[in-house]
C-alpha cells in the first residue's frame, strides 16, 4: 500500500509541476486549441499537487489516512468520467485517451484495493459466537435504551427497527437529519422507531445530540446485524456506481463524511417487529439504500394488526 500511495504521490506532483511550468504543453500535444488563461492550467496542477501532498502524507499510515485515499478514488472516478465524457462527445481529441490513462485509470483499481483493506482494518469487533442468534435468542438478549429486552418492548406495539451503517457513513448522517420525518412516519403508523447502531452503550449519543430521546439499541459486536441476516458488504455494495452517486447527491446536501465510527463494512437495513417476529423487512441492497417506512408499512400482511393504522 505505501509503494502504491508513493508513486501516486510521485507523479501527481510531476504533474503539477509539468501543468504550472508548462502550462501550453498538452494542448501542443493533443493539437488542441490552448486556453486563453493559463492560469486555469495551473491551477488545476496546483490541485493536483495537493492531492500528491495528501497522498505522502497518506503513504506513512494508509489505514490512519484511509480519507485520503478515499478522496484519491474519488478523483480518479470522476477524473476518468469526465475524460470518457469529454472525448466520446468530441471536446477532447481521441489520443487523450493517454491522459485518461495515466492520470486515473491506472490508479482506480489499486487504490479501491487500498480502500477495501482500511475498511477491513477498521471492521468492528468480532462477534462472541461462531453462530448467529435467532431471532428468539437476540430478542430476549438485546436491550432497548429504555431498558426492556427488544422481545419485551415488541410485546407492546410495532417496533420500526432501522439498523444503521457507521456514524461517518454520509447516509446515516443523512437518516439522522431526516430522523424527524421518519420518527413521525412511524408513529403515523402506530409504531416505535428504535435504531440499532454499532457502538458502545451511550457513545452514540455524541453523534445523535438533540435526538438522542429516540430509542436505541447498542450492538458493538453487530451480532443483532447478523441475527436479522444483515451482512457485510463487499465492493459494489459498497463503492459500486449507485453509491458513488447517491454519496455525492448527499454531501452536496450538507451531509458530509466522517471517521469511521462502527464497522465499516456493515450493511444496514430496517424492519418492522413485533410479538417477537419479523412483520416486514427491508434489507438494503447496497451502502446507500435508505429506509423506507412507507414501504415497510405497505408490506404488512393484511389486516396489519389492531394497533396498526393502514399505510
Known amino acids: 500500500m505505501r509503494k502504491v500511495l508513493l508513486a501516486a504521490a510521485l507523479y501527481h506532483l510531476l504533474f503539477a509541476g509539468w501543468a504550472i511550468c508548462w502550462p501550453y504543453l498538452w494542448f501542443d500535444w493533443t493539437g488542441m486549441e490552448p486556453l486563453n488563461h493559463p492560469v486555469l492550467w495551473q491551477g488545476l496542477g496546483i490541485v493536483i499537487g495537493a492531492l500528491g501532498i495528501g497522498l505522502l502524507l ?18 480518479f472516478t470522476f477524473g476518468g468520467i469526465g475524460f470518457a465524457v469529454a472525448i466520446f462527445e468530441g471536446h477532447l481529441p481521441l489520443r487523450a485517451v493517454g491522459m485518461m490513462l495515466v492520470n486515473d485509470l491506472i490508479w482506480w483499481a489499486p487504490f479501491a484495493a487500498i480502500l477495501w483493506a482500511c475498511l477491513r482494518a477498521y471492521a ?40 444503521l451503517r457507521h456514524f461517518g457513513c454520509t447516509f446515516t448522517r443523512q437518516i439522522l437529519r431526516g430522523l424527524e420525518t421518519i420518527q413521525k412516519e412511524a408513529k403515523a403508523h402506530g409504531a416505535e422507531l428504535v435504531l440499532v447502531h454499532m457502538l458502545q452503550n451511550g457513545k452514540e449519543t455524541r453523534y445523535l445530540g438533540e435526538r438522542s430521546g429516540v430509542s436505541r439499541i447498542a450492538d458493538p459486536r453487530c451480532e ?31 451531509c458530509g463524511l466522517g471517521h469511521l465510527a462502527g464497522d465499516g463494512l456493515q450493511m444496514p437495513g ?19 439504500d435508505l429506509p423506507d417506512l412507507s414501504g415497510l408499512f405497505k408490506a404488512l400482511p393484511a389486516p396489519a394488526g389492531s394497533d396498526t393504522l393502514p399505510a
Do not use: C
Open 270 to 288: 430496517a424492519f418492522l417487529f413485533r410479538d417477537g417476529k419479523i412483520v416486514s423487512s427491508q434489507p438494503a441492497r447496497s451502502a446507500a
Open 58 to 75: 497518506a503513504a506513512k499510515n494508509p489505514i490512519q489516512h484511509w480519507l485520503i485515499v478515499l478522496v484519491g478514488l474519488a478523483k
Open 124 to 163: 468492528g469487533v468480532p462477534p462472541t459466537r461462531s453462530e448467529p442468534y435467532s431471532i428468539s435468542e437476540a430478542a430476549a438478549t438485546y436491550h432497548l435504551s429504555s431498558g426492556q429486552t427488544l422481545a419485551e418492548a415488541s410485546d407492546s406495539k410495532m417496533l420500526a427497527l432501522v439498523f
Open 224 to 254: 443483532l446485524y447478523r441475527a436479522f441476516g444483515l451482512g457485510k458488504g463487499g465492493l459494489i455494495e459498497l463503492f459500486g456506481p449507485h453509491v458513488w452517486w447517491r454519496g455525492a447527491v448527499a454531501i452536496f446536501k450538507g
